[in-house]
């Protein structure tokens, strides 16, 4: 009886790997970036939603406080009042975090409540636990993402409109297009990076409101040129709701913007 021998399996040529290698490597190139987007969608949708959740711990803060807006404290340079900030006095409403501002605690023991940090907050300001290098020299670190629109301030708003402070929302005439929350800037030779607001009303010009803001607010974290009308970040708004605005929907100029209440009739 004759043994047949199995016939032999035809290998792959180098011509035919090659081939095989780079349909792989074209087909990676193509889901890479669209991986990319869903991922950077993803994030945006996170920070959206927290902005959206600190904007309705906000509500729920002046239901209990007659109608009274949280403030603002965190210093960027200058003088301020830690205690005086909404990331405390939100604290019953956003999660676990310190009773009250202890400016001899170590920097180590401060916790930031997941709702204050955005996704893909890169700012070198955070402790190194978080992924930073901070405290700096002056002993400054990074406790949240968002900051709060210092129109709305008692304590450090403008000064500019007799009917100044903002403070609660009966003052305010038109809530559903009066921003709130925001996202600060995650790097600033100002140190508004390790501030909760901004001072827009140092914005100036349409044509300067870009470059100025940029220092403050991380105004195109999720899209658009960096320092442009066309930069694309969250805000949240007086009346609840939460949107991704291009910048120039935001703010135009000191007499159509959406921060000062005086001047949201006009958008």
Request: positive net charge; proline residues 10%.
């Amino acid at each position: 009886m004759t043994r047949r021998t199995p016939p032999s399996q035809p290998a792959f040529t180098l011509i035919e790997l090659l081939v095989v290698l780079a349909i792989v490597a074209l087909l990676v190139g193509l889901l890479l970036p669209a991986l990319g987007k869903a991922r950077r969608a993803a994030r945006q949708t996170v920070c959206l939603s927290n902005i959206r959740s600190l904007q309705t711990a906000q509500l729920l803060y002046c239901d209990d406080y007659k109608g009274l807006f949280a403030d603002v404290g965190l210093p960027h340079r200058g003088a301020g009042d830690p205690r005086l900030s909404f990331i405390w006095s939100l604290r019953e409403y956003i999660g676990s975090i310190p009773q009250q501002y202890d400016a001899s605690a170590p920097p180590e023991s401060y916790v930031v409540p997941p709702l204050l940090r955005s996704p893909g907050d890169a700012s070198p300001a955070w402790l190194p636990r978080d992924g930073g290098s901070g405290p700096s020299a002056n002993g400054a670190f990074r406790r949240t993402s968002y900051g709060m629109n210092n129109y709305l301030s008692r304590t450090y708003n403008p000064g500019i409109s007799a009917k100044e402070p903002w403070d609660r929302l009966q003052k305010v005439p038109l809530p559903s297009s009066t921003i709130q929350f925001l996202l600060m800037a995650e790097t600033s030779n100002d140190d508004f990076h390790v501030s909760d607001h901004p001072h827009a009303e140092s914005w100036n010009t349409a044509a300067q409101a870009p470059q100025r803001a940029f220092v403050q607010v991380q105004i195109a974290k999720w899209g658009g040129p960096s320092q442009s009308p066309q930069s694309l970040s969250n805000y949240s708004f007086l009346d609840g709701h939460a949107s991704p605005l291009v910048f120039s929907r935001a703010y135009r100029d000191p007499s159509v913007n959406q921060f000062n209440p005086a001047a949201t009739a006009n958008n």
